[in-house]
């Protein structure tokens, strides 16, 4: 994804042997200068593309007075676009700063596409509300809220390749111990299993509100936290690129940036040989970076130098 303003992304295919590049949407098919994307997924067979944006308003959203983003389908040639949410009502009931945020679908394996739905206001200078899962058919149609703990917010979904289960990550608990990234059966439920904790201090992970990235055996994912590290003789905070092993049940730091780099997020191919990430610099800026695993010696490698290239996927 590379953002040409703050208010308007581009979705790009980039090839990694040659380097080339071709737009797949620049969201200026409904008439508009460009939209922002928050969050996109392949389809497992690799043919439709669902992301969410404000794309594509009708009067009926414009007349709920909120800007609320839709989940919409496109093949990956950047045709067909196919609206799969409704227009969502406004149900501010006169709430202060009331907003309806929709983001990060990803596709399933039984064919829907699940996404986070929050409502969130404020109450004085407190922040209220929360977010859960909601899935769609693939086809379109009315959303249903998919079965999880309701003592958080459920967010940032990622699907186990082979058996269907749902990643998520848990934020802003009752209770903090249920915080942290949690699998669970692909149906839902409310007894998910606890894989990382939110942790602090040394050895400790705080895994950051980003998807995870399933190798395609479903052997681990990587997915993007915040750790201690000493830097020249002091304790410091990196935000680093972290691997997690199913069967060792570990979670290791792959990618460690130095001091006044952050990793934003990050991705790793099905065979597990190849890793892309965005990194964050000074000014904001965000390039994409690559590391081929299976190398004798892998070696870091800068993709983009543009400054505004992030959310990899292969």
Not at 210 to 231: C, N, P
Request: hydrophobic share 35%.
């Amino acid at each position: 994804m590379r953002s040409e303003t703050v208010d308007h992304d581009l979705l790009i295919a980039r090839d990694l042997k040659s380097g080339q590049e071709r737009v797949i949407t620049d969201l200026r098919g409904d008439g508009s200068s460009g939209w922002k994307i928050h969050g996109y997924a392949l389809s497992p067979d690799r043919k439709r593309i669902v992301l969410a944006s404000l794309y594509g308003p009708t009067k009926a959203d414009v007349d709920t007075g909120l800007a609320t983003r839709a989940i919409w389908s496109l093949a990956t040639d950047g045709s067909d676009f196919r609206r799969l949410t409704p227009v969502f009502p406004n149900t501010s009931q006169g709430r202060s700063q009331f907003s309806i945020p929709v983001g990060e679908p990803v596709f399933t394996k039984d064919g829907s596409v699940l996404y986070d739905f929050g409502n969130y206001w404020y109450e004085g200078t407190t922040l209220k509300g929360g977010s859960l899962p909601w899935s769609v058919s693939a086809g379109g149609g009315t959303p249903t809220l998919l079965s999880t703990v309701t003592s958080c917010s459920v967010l940032d979904p990622s699907v186990h390749p082979v058996t269907g289960e749902l990643l998520f990550r848990h934020s802003v608990c009752i209770s903090s111990q249920d915080e942290g990234i949690f699998l669970y059966p692909s149906a839902g439920g409310t007894a998910p299993k606890k894989l990382v904790a939110q942790t602090y201090g040394p050895g400790g992970i705080d895994p950051s509100l980003e998807t995870a990235s399933w190798i395609g055996d479903g052997s681990g994912f990587v997915f993007v936290g915040t750790t201690e590290v000493t830097r020249a003789g002091q304790t410091d905070t990196a935000r680093a690129l972290f691997v997690y092993d199913m069967v060792k049940a570990t979670a290791t730091p792959i990618v460690v940036p130095d001091a006044g780099f952050y990793v934003q997020t990050g991705a790793i191919s099905a065979d597990g040989q190849a890793l892309v990430y965005c990194l964050r610099g000074a000014g904001d800026t965000y390039n994409l970076h690559f590391i081929d695993l299976s190398a004798a010696t892998p070696v870091d490698k800068a993709l983009t130098t543009d400054g505004k290239s992030c959310a990899p996927q292969f």
